[in-house]
Nanobody, 118 residues
Framework: DVQLQASGGGVVQPGGSLRLSCVASGFRYSSFAMSWLRQAPGKGLERVADIMNDDRTDYADSVKGRFTISRDNAKNALYLQMNSLKPEDTAVYYC????????????WGQGTQVTVSS
C-alpha cells in the first residue's frame, strides 16, 4: 500500500522554527516530484514548496528565504525546514507526490498541524 506519513508539526512562537518530515512507502519515491502544501483555517489549499526528482526546488513567494525543502531518497524521506515562522504560516501541512513531468498529485499524506502563536 502507498503511504505518506507526515510528522513534526506543533505549536511554536513567532520567529521560531520547525522541521516537518514525510516518509514514503509503496511507490518508487526517487522517480516522483514531491511537494509540501498547506491549508489555513477557512482558506484553500496552497502550494508551499516543490522538489523535483533531480533536486531542483521551487517555493511560494510567501515562504522564500524562510523555508527549505529537501529529500533523502535513500530513506524515502521529505523534509521542510521552516524558520522565522509567522502567525500566517499557521495551517495543516500536507506532503504530496506526483510523477515527474506531471502536475497532478498522485499520493497525499495525512497532514500535520503547525500553529504559530505567542
Amino acid at each position: 500500500d502507498v503511504q505518506l506519513q507526515a510528522s513534526g508539526g506543533g505549536v511554536v512562537q513567532p520567529g521560531g522554527s520547525l522541521r516537518l518530515s514525510c516518509v514514503a512507502s509503496g511507490f518508487r519515491y526517487s522517480s516522483f516530484a514531491m511537494s509540501w502544501l498547506r491549508q489555513a483555517p477557512g482558506k484553500g489549499l496552497e502550494r508551499v514548496a516543490d522538489i523535483m526528482n533531480d533536486d531542483r526546488t521551487d517555493y511560494a513567494d510567501s515562504v522564500k528565504g524562510r523555508f527549505t525543502i529537501s529529500r533523502d531518497n535513500a530513506k524515502n524521506a521529505l523534509y521542510l525546514q521552516m524558520n522565522s515562522l509567522k502567525p500566517e504560516d499557521t495551517a495543516v501541512y500536507y506532503c504530496a507526490a506526483r510523477r515527474a513531468g506531471t502536475m497532478k498529485y498522485d499520493y497525499w499524506g495525512q497532514g500535520t498541524q503547525v500553529t504559530v502563536s505567542s
